[in-house]
């Protein structure tokens, strides 16, 4: 994952070449995306090839996957966030939710081109992702050390409710929060198969 999209978000780039800043407050869409797998798959390659060639197999396998998903992720003008090693936190910078949803469903469709994945040794091992949207205000930071690395940071109860999508998100399912369908016109844009609550919800 030898990119700049690691370091500095696609948004922020964008802002440096301007010559510009992100404000530190904003409103848009989060989306959290999470590869259900990645552990098996690097557990195996660990054990097959060993600590250093297996770490640059679970790369060269997982490397793809991220390039595809960043790609959609981009072309609904979106940046990734950070990476959590199988996750990656995305922000859409004043979106109300309809690119973020449609993103995240764009990106179930591209991950089935990498259901199966097979190790050298022939074992197979099944990728998976789910999604989760919340949309709001948040506050963005950039945190670190200038000596050695700055990352972005959001934070906010947007954050938090995506955080409760993602935990309440079966593999290959995309969930969005309550405000996402409410503002954007329901049932009659959305097809909506199940509401879940979360522990701290109370209706």
């Not at 054990?47 to 991220?66: C, D, F, H, K, S």
Request: charged share 20%.
């Amino acid at each position: 994952m030898d990119s700049p999209s690691i370091y500095i978000s696609m948004d922020r780039r964008h802002a440096i070449v301007a010559g510009s800043d992100l404000p530190d407050r904003t409103s848009g869409a989060a989306l959290f995306a999470d590869i259900s797998g990645f552990t098996a798959l690097t557990g195996l390659l660990l054990e097959e090839m060993g600590p250093t060639r297996g770490a640059e197999e679970v790369l060269r396998q997982i490397n793809p996957i991220y390039d595809v998903l960043i790609a959609e992720l981009h072309r609904y003008h979106g940046s990734v966030i950070n990476f959590a090693g199988d996750s990656i936190t995305c922000w859409l910078d004043g979106d109300n939710g309809l690119r973020a949803t449609a993103c995240a469903i764009g990106m179930q469709r591209l991950m089935s081109d990498f259901a199966t994945l097979t190790t050298p040794s022939g074992k197979e091992v099944t990728l998976a992702i789910k999604v989760a949207v919340a949309t709001g205000p948040v506050r963005r930071f950039i945190v670190g050390d200038p000596d050695i690395q700055l990352v972005d940071v959001l934070a906010g109860a947007t954050l938090d409710r995506m955080a409760m999508g993602e935990g309440l998100a079966k593999k290959g399912e995309v969930v969005v929060s309550a405000d996402v369908v409410n503002d954007n016109g329901g049932s009659a844009v959305f097809v909506i198969s199940d509401w879940r609550k979360g522990e701290s919800e109370t209706e």
